[in-house]
C-alpha cells in the first residue's frame, strides 16, 4: 500500500495535512485532510494519490505556503493469473 501525506505550511504558522493509503493508481481512495481544511479553497474527501498531490502543490503555489511531502510503500501489484493449454 502506498501511503502519501502532504503538509502545508503558511507563513501564519498554521498547517494543513492531507493523508491518503492507495492500493493502486487510478482509483479513488479516502483522503483525511486535517488542520486549517478551509485554506485548500476546495473538499478533499476522495481521490487519487495523484489528486491529492496536485491539490496541495497548486495550493502552495496558489498561497506561498510551504509545501512538504512524504511517500512510504508501493502500490499492491496485481499478478495475472496465466492458464498454460496443452
Do not use: W
Not at 481512495?29 to 473538499?43: A, E, F, M, N
Amino acid at each position: 500500500m502506498l501511503t502519501v501525506a502532504c503538509t502545508l505550511t503558511y507563513s501564519d504558522g498554521q498547517e494543513v495535512t492531507g493523508r491518503i493509503e492507495a492500493r493502486s493508481p487510478g482509483v479513488n481512495y479516502p483522503i483525511t485532510c486535517t488542520g486549517s481544511v478551509d485554506r485548500l479553497g476546495t473538499k478533499c474527501d476522495t481521490g487519487t494519490a495523484s489528486d491529492l498531490e496536485l491539490l496541495f502543490t497548486l495550493a502552495a503555489r496558489r498561497t506561498g505556503a510551504k509545501f512538504d511531502i512524504s511517500r512510504t510503500g508501493q502500490y499492491e501489484r496485481r499478478h495475472l493469473g496465466v492458464l498454460a493449454l496443452l
